[in-house]
Nanobody, 121 residues
Framework: QVQLVESGGGLVQAGESLRLSCAASGRIVSINAMGWYRQAPGKQRELVARVISGGSTNYADSVKGRFTISRDNAKNTVYLQMSSLKPEDTAVYYC???????????????WGQGTQVTVSS
């Protein structure tokens, strides 16, 4: 069974930085993409950043220039370095992976349990 385990959330002041980590474990054959989404109270879940196999990345316009996504393929881990944090970045951040598990012939989306990021002004 595949699991995504996130870490690194917390409470910071505006302008500070945080680094989120997400490790995928279990019977994994191939990972096509890993990324981060977030959901603020009363809002829909939105893409923050994503990295696909080969290294291509895409970011939400609101985080470009402040957040950096990276991936360690050997560890099946994705990171999100968040800098110059703003109160509007406050949300639950969810790790997402599109991967093929052992015994499967197709790719499936998996989600982490979420980690809270709170930015105070």
């Amino acid at each position: 069974q595949v699991q995504l385990v996130e870490s690194g959330g917390g409470l910071v002041q505006a302008g500070e930085s945080l680094r989120l980590s997400c490790a995928a474990s279990g019977r994994i054959v191939s990972i096509n993409a890993m990324g981060w989404y977030r959901q603020a109270p009363g809002k829909q879940r939105e893409l923050v950043a994503r990295v696909i196999s080969g290294g291509s990345t895409n970011y939400a316009d609101s985080v470009k220039g402040r957040f950096t996504i990276s991936r360690d393929n050997a560890k099946n881990t994705v990171y999100l370095q968040m800098s110059s944090l703003k109160p509007e970045d406050t949300a639950v951040y969810y790790c997402n992976a599109r991967l093929r598990g052992g015994g499967s012939t197709y790719y499936t989306e998996y989600w982490g349990q979420g980690t809270q990021v709170t930015v105070s002004s």
